[in-house]
Structure formats: structure tokens, C-alpha cells
Nanobody, 126 residues
Framework: VQLQASGGGFVQAGGTLRLSCAVS????????VGWFRQTPGKEREFVAA????????VYADSVKGRFTISGDAAKTTVYLQMATMIPEDTAVYYC????????????????????WGQGTLVTVSS
């Protein structure tokens, strides 16, 4: 299973950015795909996740109302639309996929995800 994250870049505070995560290989297309982010010296932090079979979504409180996670009809690409961005959103963003059977309460946990992409850097200037 391979995940390819893209779309990172530089944006001013208040701006928008969209990240994409292409999922390929033999993993369930109905399982969860999550976005996490990490800054130097800190643990990887949950951002948002989507359960592809029914598009159920979960968000971290810090991004609720500003970020939107969605998936395409083929269930092979997951997007993270980021709006009203703040400098605290600056991080390397990673997408990850599970094996296909993560329950909702566990969708925000790093340990629930088996497959990880390489990360894409997002920088928000003040």
C-alpha cells in the first residue's frame, strides 16, 4: 500500500490550501484515511479522518470549522481543504490509511493507522 501526499506550500495567515492524499495498493477502500501533522520536537498530532465507505468524518478541535476532509468517488484520493489558516497550522502533514476496520473512537489515534505517506510541508506566515 502506498500513500502519496501533495499540495503543501507556503500560505499567509487567513489563507487556504488543499492537500491531497492518493492511496494505492491492496487496502480496503472502505477504511479510514487520516491526516496528521507534526512539528519538530513534538508528537504527531491528529488533524482529521474520514471513513471512506460512508464518508464519516472526525476532526480535531483545533481545526473544526476551518478544515474539511473529503474523498473522491473512487475512494482512492482523500483531500484536506484548509481555510482560515493560522501560523499554528505550520507543520509537516502526513496522510495515513488503516487496514479497513478502525472503529470511530479510534480514528484519531496514530496507532490505528498502518500505512503512512511521506509528508508534505505546510508553512503559514503571520
Amino acid at each position: 500500500v502506498q500513500l502519496q501526499a501533495s499540495g503543501g506550500g507556503f500560505v499567509q495567515a487567513g489563507g487556504t490550501l488543499r492537500l491531497s492524499c492518493a492511496v494505492s495498493g491492496s487496502t480496503s477502500t472502505g477504511g479510514a484515511v487520516g491526516w496528521f501533522r507534526q512539528t519538530p520536537g513534538k508528537e504527531r498530532e491528529f488533524v482529521a479522518a474520514i471513513r471512506r465507505r460512508d464518508r464519516y468524518t472526525v476532526y480535531a478541535d483545533s481545526v473544526k470549522g476551518r478544515f474539511t476532509i473529503s474523498g473522491d468517488a473512487a475512494k482512492t484520493t482523500v483531500y484536506l481543504q484548509m481555510a482560515t489558516m493560522i501560523p499554528e497550522d505550520t507543520a509537516v502533514y502526513y496522510c495515513a490509511a488503516d487496514r479497513g476496520y478502525t472503529i470511530v473512537p479510534a480514528m484519531s489515534l496514530v496507532a490505528s493507522y498502518t500505512y503512512w505517506g511521506q509528508g508534505t510541508l505546510v508553512t503559514v506566515s503571520s
